[in-house]
Nanobody, 119 residues
Framework: QVQLVESGGGLVQAGGSLRLSCAASGRTFSYYTMGWFRQAPGKEREFVAAISRTGANPYYTETVKGRFTMSRDNAKNTVYLQMNSLKPEDTAVYYC????????????WGQGTQVTVSS
């Protein structure tokens, strides 16, 4: 089992940057595929990015490609989401998630961190 704690959210102006972190408990962090999801007010939760157990080949939803970068540090049990060129439509609660499967479904979730982008 793994527990996830996100941090790094906040208020930023459009065009700015934020880096989210997700710290995981447990000694088997490297066994998990990790993902980032987000949920905007009144909308369904949506996939943002995911990264394999080794950190190779992260993939992204189309709306964030070229602006967001996901990475992981297995030695620190942490994944990151670097978000650049932020837009007001990126405003959402961002969740970190983990799965022992190669590509989901995700069975472990953090509590979320709020990201607000002002125009």
């Amino acid at each position: 089992q793994v527990q996830l704690v996100e941090s790094g959210g906040g208020l930023v102006q459009a065009g700015g940057s934020l880096r989210l972190s997700c710290a995981a408990s447990g000694r088997t962090f490297s066994y998990y595929t990790m993902g980032w999801f987000r949920q905007a007010p009144g909308k369904e939760r949506e996939f943002v990015a995911a990264i394999s157990r080794t950190g190779a080949n992260p993939y992204y939803t189309e709306t964030v490609k070229g602006r967001f970068t996901m990475s992981r540090d297995n030695a620190k049990n942490t994944v990151y989401l670097q978000m650049n060129s932020l837009k007001p439509e990126d405003t959402a609660v961002y969740y970190c998630a983990a799965t022992l499967k190669v590509a989901g479904p995700y069975g472990y979730w953090g509590q979320g961190t709020q990201v607000t982008v002002s125009s």
